[in-house]
């Protein structure tokens, strides 16, 4: 079991991506003469989340893929990869509902820390159903809250360290800058 980070050392990182996001949502969401709003309203999160999730399923299949006998192992820097291209939609997910509802970003992080230290009471064993499952809920659900608890359960089923989420999110968000000076 990973151990559990400190709620200040959590906390700080998590101000911080969510400040990278914001960043990398004015080139994204404005620069494509969209709003937060125009999102949420159109449950395009819920899209994104789903195709991501779609992407993290496909890295486990050596994990729930019975019929192929050459189906190759699970390559664990891919998963981590994949997850955090859902945490990119659910932390704007989440800078959306701030700029929507109006609510601080203080209380979407307090939201995080709480849904990550309960995480850790889950069971680690990795289960792809058990692991999706209560996300693929959330979303279908509705379109209220982005799904940080649900985000936390798949973080601990996946058995993955939040540090180590947190360096490929930095990693990843200069990737995701680089593309959009591309013309991605």
């Known amino acids: 079991m990973t151990e559990l980070m400190e709620r200040k050392a959590f906390i700080t990182r998590w101000r911080k991506m969510l400040k990278l996001q914001e960043k990398l949502d004015e080139r994204i969401v404005m620069g494509n003469g969209l709003t937060y709003k ?6 395009w999160y819920v899209s994104a989340v789903l195709d991501e999730i779609g992407e993290l399923n496909h890295e486990l299949k050596a994990d729930w893929c019975w019929w192929k006998k050459t189906q190759a192992p699970v390559d664990e ?12 939609f659910v932390l704007s997910w989440q800078l959306a509902h701030h700029e929507v509802s109006g609510l601080p970003l203080s209380k979407f992080t307090a939201i995080a820390f709480s849904e990550y230290e309960n995480s850790g009471r889950f069971a680690e ?11 693929m809920l959330r979303l ?21 360290d939040f540090e180590d989420v947190y ?3 930095l990693a990843k968000n200069k990737e995701n800058h680089a593309r ?5």
């Open 140 to 160: 279908s659900e509705c379109n209220t809250y982005p799904p940080v608890s649900q985000l936390m359960w798949l973080m601990r089923c996946l058995k993955l």
């Open 180 to 184: 959009q000076d591309r013309g991605y």
């Open 77 to 88: 820097k891919k998963v981590l990869e994949e997850f955090v291209d859902v945490l990119h």
């Open 125 to 135: 064993q990795r289960r792809v159903v058990s692991a999706f499952q209560p996300m």
């Open 167 to 169: 360096q490929a999110y």
């Open 38 to 43: 125009d999102l949420l309203d159109g449950d």
